[in-house]
């Protein structure tokens, strides 16, 4: 693209026949499963079908008469949620990937009734993420995508320090309890600026019901889902749960240990349970994202066997 003088036209993706798209999706599929591990084929899937029904927001680029790229958005309460981007290799730069993520910022804070704006896209080159669109209102948080290898090696040994806890496998009435929980785990936490979901008990509901119920973070996968409880009083003291994002491979959608309950090596003993669970179910490997500056837990995690593959950057707009 560099050697031509042509520029990709920008469409709304609500102007696109769903076949248009089929080539650009099959591309970004492959390289979710070669560089992430992830079978993006049930969220390619639904893509195609929500732009069939002109039902997703976002953008699409066209050069040459194909479809070289696009991003969509959604829209939850007053918070705007920039779903993914994509550009094809032959025709990726800075500046395309860039145009597209403008382009979704700029029309989600043109609404009215929206605050807040967050994106976590993964497959996006961190240079095209250096200077954000409209910096008077952005913030970046750089994140690591890690990856442990579950087949062969020996298996985690138990933490004793854990031995004053109970764990049980994750049930839906303790959703209510995860919530509270979440809501203070995260309190003046970094990951509650990039997440606002984690600031409130509502919030952290509404986010547990996304991932146990919706395959953004893949399939809920309870076999592997764990939490743990106080012997002595009975309270929840901690939360792992897990998804399965292709047939080999979990995801650890999220580990939190109330605050009181830390240094007792709880987190650590979940995450071994979990990544057990997920070894007996076949899989070969396990995967988490966690923010970079989350020196204790990125610690732990690589005490576990977890080592970064990709860094990327979660993006907030607030007005």
Not at 16 to 29: F, G, K, V
Not at 138 to 155: I, K, N, S, T
Not at 282 to 306: D, K, M, P, W
Request: some cysteine.
């Amino acid at each position: 693209m560099a050697a031509t003088a042509e520029v990709p036209t920008l469409l709304e993706l609500r102007q696109l026949r769903p076949e248009l798209l089929r080539p650009l999706l099959q591309e970004e599929t492959e390289v979710w499963l070669r560089d992430m591990l992830w079978d993006f084929r049930p969220s390619s899937e639904l893509v195609r079908r929500f732009v069939g029904m002109q039902a997703l927001n976002g953008h699409a680029l066209c050069w040459r008469e194909e479809v070289v790229g696009y991003a969509y958005f959604v829209c939850e309460e007053q918070k705007g949620l920039i779903g993914d981007l994509y550009v094809r290799a032959e025709v990726r730069t800075p500046e395309a990937e860039a145009r597209l993520l403008e382009a979704s910022v700029r029309t989600l804070l043109a609404m009215p009734h929206l605050r807040r704006v967050e994106s976590q896209l993964m497959l996006m080159s961190r240079e095209s993420q250096l200077a954000l669109p409209f910096p008077d209102r952005a913030r970046a948080f750089a994140r690591d995508y890690m990856v442990a290898h579950l087949a062969g090696g020996e298996p985690l040994r138990e933490d004793p320090r854990a031995a004053g806890a109970r764990f049980e496998l994750w049930s839906d009435a303790f959703t209510d309890q995860a919530a509270h929980l979440i809501a203070e785990g995260y309190r003046n936490h970094v990951d509650a600026d990039i997440n606002d979901q984690y600031r409130t008990v509502p919030g952290a509901r509404r986010f547990l019901h996304n991932i146990v119920q919706y395959p953004g973070c893949g399939s809920f996968f309870q076999p592997a889902s764990f939490a743990c409880f106080d012997r002595s009083s009975g309270n929840m003291t901690g939360v792992c749960l897990t998804s399965l994002i292709a047939f080999d491979t979990g995801h650890v959608t999220q580990v939190c240990v109330h605050p009181g309950y830390r240094g007792l090596g709880l987190g650590y003993e979940m995450m071994r349970r979990s990544l057990a669970a997920l070894r007996m179910a076949g899989c070969q490997h396990a995967s988490l994202t966690v923010t970079s500056s989350n020196t204790g837990a990125r610690s732990l995690y690589e005490r576990i066997g977890f080592a970064t593959r990709r860094v990327f950057n979660a993006m907030v707009w607030e007005l």
